[in-house]
């Protein structure tokens, strides 16, 4: 028994001390952050300057992207698609500005969260939005790979809403 747990407690060392040393880099999320917001900012404002060739970069290939109709599940080709219809009809105005901006960087830099809320004029002149983005970071670039974007009326206005839909 005692050559037996020699013979593990050995084991268990060499186990141990042939493990790699992980390095720890220090991220500066900061600066993170601001890189976020400069790839938000940018597509945004291909969004309002109806320019799908800058924006469709800043969407990674596999991500999922929803509208604000419950059947809005669209991956990058379908909202390309959705978004070439779109910007094609000229008489469409697409204004807003960002009234509320949250993000948050993960400890490791490598991805975010980023929340913007805002009237889209076009969807509600009375009911915000919020668009909820994850982005990941890839090489120098930040890309969209989830965004969700939502109706967010204020709780009071609920009711009213709840019976104007009976």
């Known amino acids: ?3 037996t747990s020699g013979i593990l407690l050995i084991a268990v ?3 141990t001390a042939c493990q790699p040393k992980t390095k720890i880099v220090p991220v500066d999320r900061e600066a993170a952050k601001v890189s976020v917001i400069a790839a938000l900012d940018k597509y945004h404002s291909c969004l309002i ?6 924006m ?4 990674a290939d596999n ?3 929803c509208g604000t109709d419950s059947k809005e599940f669209l991956d990058k080709k379908s909202l390309s698609d959705a978004m070439t219809a779109m910007f094609a009809d000229t008489t469409l105005k697409v204004s807003y500005s960002i009234k509320k901006r949250e ?4 400890e490791d830099g490598n991805s975010a969260v980023a929340v913007d809320q805002f009237v889209m004029d076009f969807i509600s002149p009375k009911i915000p939005v919020r668009w909820v983005f994850h982005l990941l970071k890839t090489g120098d670039n930040w890309v969209i790979d989830f965004s969700s974007l939502s109706l967010i009326p204020d709780n009071e206005d609920l009711g009213k809403i709840n019976k104007s839909v009976e």
């Not at 300057?49 to 800058?54: E, F, S, T, V």
């Not at 469709?56 to 969407?59: G, N, R, S």
């Open 56 to 59: 469709l970069p800043l969407l």
């Open 63 to 65: 991500g999922l992207y």
């Open 103 to 106: 993000v948050r960087i993960a």
């Open 13 to 15: 060392i060499i186990i």
């Open 49 to 54: 300057a109806k320019d799908a060739k800058n």
């Open 1 to 3: 028994m005692k050559r």
